[in-house]
């Protein structure tokens, strides 16, 4: 018997770090080090390009911004929890906009990151429709900033595009205007092509926007991939667990 629990603690340790901490925030350390365009409206626009890395990985991903009250800053390396999306609505309380605007504003979002994305993906970007999409993304957090943010600019045609009805309001949108497409459509996409990143200070997560050292960040993996990136980023875990199983075979309490 007492063999027997020797052998299943270790398995059942590495199945626990291989598997179960992406669904609910894995640690990474995120560095910006790149913007998709130059400033539109005084602001870089999505995407953006980072390194993440955990333990002795690390791997470059493209990043979308959903948060328009913090700011980032390029090779300014910051800590993050990466969760998969499917894990946001359980764990809104996790992420930075969840508890104030609900898992349906994330699958908004989620619905204009996958235009961007496809944005992106054409020979010719569209680099004005993009800087659309990213102010929409804000706008789905934010709404009131960046209505003000860019009647400000006097940036009336980014406004329609993101709002309608002549930038009167963020309550009464215009049917074409990409939030209200947003609203409208974030159902028709499942988003296992998404990740979200959560900033941390210290070894707490950011809930409070603009209080934040970083934004939070959507991550594009590969379609359907998102247990593949933690599974890349989360494998130096998995190795330390088979190292200390090698080191220690007999010691039952390696567990803990």
């Known amino acids: 018997m007492e063999r027997s629990i020797r052998r299943f603690w270790p398995a059942l340790l590495l199945a626990v770090c291989c598997f179960s901490p992406y669904a609910l925030g894995q640690t990474v350390g995120v ?99 993009e800087a659309y999409y990213s102010f929409a993304m804000w706008a789905v957090m934010d709404p009131s900033d960046v209505l003000n943010w860019l009647k400000s600019y006097g940036d009336w045609a980014a406004c329609q595009a993101v709002f309608g009805n002549n930038c009167t309001s963020y309550t009464q949108l215009g049917t074409n205007s990409l939030l209200y497409q947003a609203e409208h459509q974030y159902g028709s996409g499942n988003y296992s092509n998404l990740a979200l990143l959560t900033p941390m200070s210290g070894s707490k997560l950011c809930t409070t926007p603009g209080t934040c050292v970083a934004q939070e960040f959507f991550v594009q993996v590969a379609e359907g991939g998102a247990a593949a990136l933690y599974l890349l980023l989360a494998a130096f875990v998995c190795f330390g667990a088979m190292f200390i199983r090698a080191r220690r075979p007999r010691v039952v309490s390696q567990m803990a």
Not at 38 to 59: E, R
Not at 80 to 87: D, T
Not at 93 to 101: A, P
Request: hydrophobic content about 35%.
């Open 31 to 129: 560095n910006i080090y790149g913007a998709g365009q130059d400033p539109t409206d005084g602001i870089y626009m999505s995407p953006y390009y980072a390194t993440l890395t955990s333990g002795s990985s690390s791997s470059n991903f493209t990043i979308i911004c959903d948060d328009f009250a913090d700011n980032s800053y390029l090779n300014t390396p910051f800590t993050a929890s990466l969760m998969s999306f499917s894990s946001i609505s359980s764990n809104l309380g996790s992420t930075l906009w969840g508890s104030s605007q609900g898992f349906v504003a994330y699958e908004e979002a989620a619905w204009l990151t996958e235009g961007l994305l496809n944005i992106m993906s054409q020979p010719t970007v569209n680099k004005t429709a």
